[in-house]
T-cell receptor, first 118, second 113 residues
Framework: EAQVTQNPRYLITVTGKKLTVTCSQN?????MSWYRQDPGLGLRQIYY???????DKGDVPEGYKVSRKEKRNFPLILESPSPNQTSLYFC?????????????????FGPGTRLLVL | AQSVTQLGSHVSVSEGALVLLRCNYS??????LFWYVQYPNQGLQLLLK??????LVKGINGFEAEFKKSETSFHLTKPSAHMSDAAEYFC???????????FGSGTRLSIRP
């Protein structure tokens, strides 16, 4: 089954304690990204990766790191979490194929990770 | 720079009534436009998207949206609401690379029996 998995799904931590949220996809997608969702703000992109070893900042990268050492995994790292990083986080992956009918794109979102930083 | 504005954080309609969720965008380049749906405690699911070509786009679950360049709009409609349509809906915009996708703040759709 094609899917994006995230772990953990729920996490409560304290300020300053480093944490990693894992994201894995089994579809051989080149593009992966991380979003945070906050009430009234919709989803905001944190980082994205166009391929292995290629990452770039989204709109709200401060306080986050990512790595893309292999195609299937795209972990999100919070080196020193703060309460303003309390949020719902989504990982997504996407594939794009171009043909005579145009560009076909399929994006999959993970189930989300709810993080509370005390 | 690109941005999205969704008018109305909460829309309530009766079952069987027309659903209209409004989305206006700003983009300095030809936009790609998306509508996503999020059911409670779930991730986002793509409803439909506009890239190029036909401006009326049909999606899943009977939804459709029309790209109107002159109005910079991409409103989502469904002729007859079902109870199962209750969810949060997000409009999004990107450029043709779709590397950075900008989401609107979302519209929660409620369906009255």
């Amino acid at each position: 089954e094609a899917q994006v998995t995230q772990n953990p799904r729920y996490l409560i931590t304290v300020t300053g304690k480093k944490l990693t949220v894992t994201c894995s996809q089994n579809m051989n997608h080149e593009y992966m990204s991380w979003y945070r969702q906050d009430p009234g703000l919709g989803l905001r992109q944190i980082y994205y990766s166009m391929n292995v070893e290629v990452t770039d900042k989204g709109d709200v990268p401060e306080g986050y790191k990512v790595s893309r050492k292999e195609k299937r995994n795209f972990p999100l790292i919070l080196e020193s979490p703060s309460p303003n990083q309390t949020s719902l986080y989504f990982c997504a992956s996407r594939t794009r194929t171009s043909g005579r009918a145009g560009t076909r794109e399929t994006q999959y979102f993970g189930p989300g990770t709810r993080l509370l930083v005390l | 720079a690109q941005s999205v504005t969704q008018l109305g954080s909460h829309v309530s309609v009766s079952e069987g009534a027309l659903v209209l969720l409004r989305c206006n965008y700003s983009s300095s380049v030809p936009p790609y436009l998306f509508w996503y749906v999020q059911y409670p405690n779930q991730g986002l699911q793509l409803l439909l998207k506009y890239t190029t070509g036909a401006t009326l786009v049909k999606g899943i679950n009977g939804f459709e949206a029309e790209f109107k360049k002159s109005e910079t709009s991409f409103h989502l409609t469904k002729p007859s609401a079902h109870m199962s349509d209750a969810a949060e809906y997000f409009c999004a915009v990107s450029d043709s690379s779709a590397s950075k996708i900008i989401f609107g703040s979302g519209t929660r759709l409620s369906i009255r029996p």
